[in-house]
């Protein structure tokens, strides 16, 4: 066999001009951008609404720019917005996206939802990686607490590579669709909506988020639309109602038997709510609680062992407590530094930079609280609980020495 000759240095192959990967990336329409502003002392920043040709950006200063001058051009790119001020183009990471969104609930900020969904260990095959009956129910999480969303869109990333991939044409109508007058859902033609149904029964990784509140559920709702163009939306099952109606109505369709893998219980009195969810989850799946007091968790131990349920606690951690200096970057839950080059203030014209480097200290504190991990056993094979151990020192007296 002859064996291609070696390119020449600086030289690239033509397969790989034609197959070019790397960060670099085309706005298109639908679209949501981060842009900063040049300002005056300091440079502004702004996350837009999903691009349209028609529409204008509102930025800082009174000023603005058109939409369509943003369409097709590339991140890091620089415009002029309608002052003369450069605008360049970023695209905003999941934690920018959800701290600079409008909020009706208290989000979930993401350094504490990464925390979350690493506790559940997803490691889900692509389809096709392995040899799985093609009737198999599909890989369910439930998610009580829907929210702003942000833990949803958090865990709907982690199972987004089990599920077959979207046609580019469901996508984009996904993105474009208005909503319902009078319900909750996608106003979809039938073509769509007919292969929106199609994809929805081919998945293999389901999320099922419940909320109350339709107004929380609404917001949530397009804020996981909007992100990515619609990219996670079709992993997810919006639900509006109380956890009790929506579980028995499924535990009565599946003749009683379990069909949850795992559970997130984001409410103020979860053991209230817990029944129907302990009895949906399957033997070794996971129950979460993210609660702000540890004494909330105190509280669903003692209602579990009075009730002798048959799940049993793993872990309890703190979670930890982020600060934030401008409100654009999150952290991920570690400290930031400023690390700067800069001439100090006063110095004279031919005086040296000199370089800062210090924790920044920051103007608000975000996230925290406590997250319990549990794990659901067989019913007959419930664990006892766990003896006290508890140290004493009392002393022994000559009399009870010479007892037997």
Same mark, same amino acid.
């Given at each position: 066999?002859?064996?291609?000759?070696?390119?020449?240095?600086?030289?690239?192959?033509?397969?790989?001009?034609?197959?070019?990967?790397?960060?670099?990336?085309?706005?298109?329409?639908?679209?949501?951008?981060?842009?900063?502003?040049?300002?005056?002392?300091?440079?502004?920043?702004?996350?837009?609404?999903?691009?349209?040709?028609?529409?204008?950006?509102?930025? +800082?200063?009174?000023? $603005?720019?058109? =939409? %369509?001058?943003?369409?097709?051009?590339?991140? /890091? @790119?620089?415009? *002029?917005?309608? #002052?003369?001020?450069?605008?360049?183009?970023?695209?905003?990471?999941?934690?920018?996206?959800?701290?600079?969104?409008?909020?009706?609930?208290?989000?979930?900020?993401?350094?504490?939802?990464?925390?979350?969904?690493?506790?559940?260990?997803?490691?889900?095959?692509?389809?096709?990686?392995?040899?799985?009956?093609?009737?198999?129910?599909?890989?369910?999480?439930?998610?009580?607490?829907?929210?702003?969303?942000?833990?949803?869109?958090?865990?709907?990333?982690?199972?987004?590579?089990?599920?077959?991939?979207?046609?580019?044409?469901?996508?984009?109508?996904?993105?474009?669709?208005?909503?319902?007058?009078?319900?909750?859902?996608?106003?979809?033609?039938?073509?769509?909506? +007919?292969?929106?149904? $199609?994809?929805? =029964? %081919?998945?293999?990784?389901?999320?099922?988020? /419940? @909320?109350?509140? *339709?107004?929380? #559920?609404?917001?949530?709702?397009?804020?996981?639309?909007?992100?990515?163009?619609?990219?996670?939306?079709?992993?997810?099952?919006?639900?509006?109602?109380?956890?009790?109606?929506?579980?028995?109505?499924?535990?009565?369709?599946?003749?009683?038997?379990?069909?949850?893998?795992?559970?997130?219980?984001?409410?103020?009195?979860?053991?209230?709510?817990?029944?129907?969810?302990?009895?949906?989850?399957?033997?070794?799946?996971?129950?979460?609680?993210?609660?702000?007091?540890?004494?909330?968790?105190?509280?669903?131990?003692?209602?579990?062992?009075?009730?002798?349920?048959?799940?049993?606690?793993?872990?309890?951690?703190?979670?930890?407590?982020?600060?934030?200096?401008?409100?654009?970057?999150?952290?991920?839950?570690?400290?930031?530094?400023?690390?700067?080059?800069?001439?100090?203030?006063?110095?004279?014209?031919?005086?040296?930079?000199?370089?800062?480097?210090?924790?920044?200290?920051?103007?608000?504190?975000?996230?925290?609280?406590?997250?319990?991990?549990?794990?659901?056993?067989?019913?007959?094979?419930?664990?006892?609980?766990?003896?006290?151990?508890?140290?004493?020192?009392?002393?022994?007296?000559?009399?009870?020495?010479?007892?037997?």
């Amino acid at each position: 066999m002859r064996l291609p000759r070696p390119l020449a240095p600086g030289r690239l192959s033509p397969l790989r001009l034609s197959r070019q990967y790397s960060s670099g990336h085309t706005v298109k329409e639908n679209d949501v951008l981060f842009l900063r502003q040049q300002g005056t002392n300091f440079p502004r920043w702004h996350l837009t609404a999903p691009l349209r040709p028609e529409s204008r950006v509102r930025l +800082a200063y009174g000023a $603005s720019v058109n =939409a %369509s001058d943003l369409i097709g051009r590339n991140l /890091l @790119d620089v415009v *002029p917005d309608s #002052s003369g001020r450069d605008v360049v183009l970023h695209e905003p990471s999941m934690a920018t996206y959800i701290i600079n969104s409008a909020r009706q609930a208290t989000p979930i900020y993401p350094h504490d939802a990464n925390t979350i969904v690493s506790l559940l260990d997803l490691n889900l095959p692509r389809p096709g990686e392995e040899d799985e009956d093609a009737n198999a129910p599909p890989f369910e999480i439930f998610e009580a607490g829907t929210g702003m969303g942000s833990l949803t869109l958090h865990l709907a990333r982690a199972l987004h590579a089990a599920n077959p991939p979207t046609t580019p044409a469901l996508r984009n109508s996904l993105c474009t669709a208005h909503y319902q007058l009078h319900d909750f859902g996608l106003d979809l033609t039938p073509e769509d909506q +007919a292969a929106f149904d $199609s994809y929805r =029964a %081919s998945r293999r990784a389901v999320l099922h988020t /419940l @909320d109350r509140n *339709p107004k929380h #559920s609404r917001a949530a709702h397009k804020l996981i639309r909007q992100f990515r163009r619609s990219l996670y939306f079709p992993t997810i099952d919006f639900h509006i109602g109380s956890i009790d109606e929506y579980l028995t109505e499924r535990l009565t369709q599946s003749d009683g038997a379990p069909f949850l893998s795992h559970a997130i219980l984001d409410l103020p009195s979860a053991h209230e709510n817990a029944v129907p969810v302990i009895q949906a989850l399957k033997p070794n799946g996971l129950l979460i609680l993210f609660k702000p007091s540890i004494s909330q968790i105190g509280d669903f131990q003692a209602w579990m062992k009075r009730t002798n349920q048959p799940v049993r606690f793993e872990r309890v951690i703190e979670l930890a407590v982020s600060t934030t200096a401008d409100g654009v970057r999150d952290t991920g839950g570690g400290r930031e530094w400023d690390v700067k080059t800069v001439i100090p203030r006063g110095a004279e014209a031919d005086a040296q930079p000199v370089q800062v480097m210090r924790p920044k200290v920051g103007d608000r504190v975000v996230g925290g609280g406590f997250v319990a991990i549990l794990r659901r056993y067989h019913a007959k094979a419930s664990p006892e609980a766990e003896p006290v151990e508890e140290e004493t020192t009392s002393q022994v007296t000559p009399e009870a020495k010479s007892e037997p």
